[in-house]
């Protein structure tokens, strides 16, 4: 944007202050709330889309603000599953204990080949810790973890790559994973067409 001042004016950078959550000063029950919430978009909706919350009027919007976490207002809110995306995110879960369960296993067993797991892990650990304390959305940053996550898994069931019904069964996954974030998106579209002309 022609307006836009210059990145490295580091008086602008003063401002992403309004992103910052302090969580030795605030209540412990909103950053519960805030853990909670950056907890469920990691394992969840970083991969199977929930239903997105749509706010205008509570935010000061005129256009549709798509989010899955609104702090305080008139108290916490946080988006969820509802039907098939809701037994999605189930299995999805289910999966990522499994993984974290053969990763654990690798690592009390024989500690080989698991340096670059113990780094996605990290990375995810990072992120949750960075984004308790700053953000506002954390679906917005879910770019940071998302792949780190995939990778955790799919290395966790490395021992199963050659096998017909592994190789089937993560086809069926990934389609109706495929499916349900289509209807994301299209829930989405369809809000925003009425502002599109």
């Not at 999966?95 to 067993?109: D, N, P, R, T, V």
């Not at 954390?138 to 290395?155: C, E, G, H, K, R």
């Not at 993560?170 to 389609?175: K, T």
Request: glycine residues 4%.
């Amino acid at each position: 944007y022609p307006t836009s001042l210059p990145f490295y004016n580091l008086t602008d950078m003063l401002a992403e202050r309004r992103y910052s959550f302090n969580v030795v000063t605030s209540p412990v029950r909103q950053t519960i709330t805030r853990g909670y919430s950056i907890y469920r978009t990691i394992t969840l909706y970083s991969t199977v889309a929930p239903r997105p919350l749509v706010l205008t009027k509570q935010i000061d919007c005129k256009f549709p603000c798509f989010k899955t976490y609104k702090p305080q207002y008139p108290k916490d809110i946080i988006t969820s599953y509802s039907g098939f995306g809701s037994w999605l995110a189930r299995f999805w879960f289910l999966i990522e204990m499994i993984a974290l369960g053969l990763f654990i296993w690798k690592l009390i067993k024989s500690r080989s080949d698991i340096a670059l797991q113990s780094a996605f892990l990290v990375c995810i650990l990072f992120n949750f810790i960075l984004h308790l304390t700053y953000g506002d959305d954390p679906m917005l940053y879910s770019p940071d973890w998302t792949y780190a996550v995939i990778f955790f898994v799919a290395f966790s069931f490395k021992s199963f790559a050659d096998k017909k019904w592994f190789q089937a069964t993560g086809l069926a996954f990934l389609a109706l994973v495929m499916f349900n974030n289509w209807t994301f998106l299209r829930s989405m579209f369809q809000i925003v067409s009425p502002y599109i002309k």
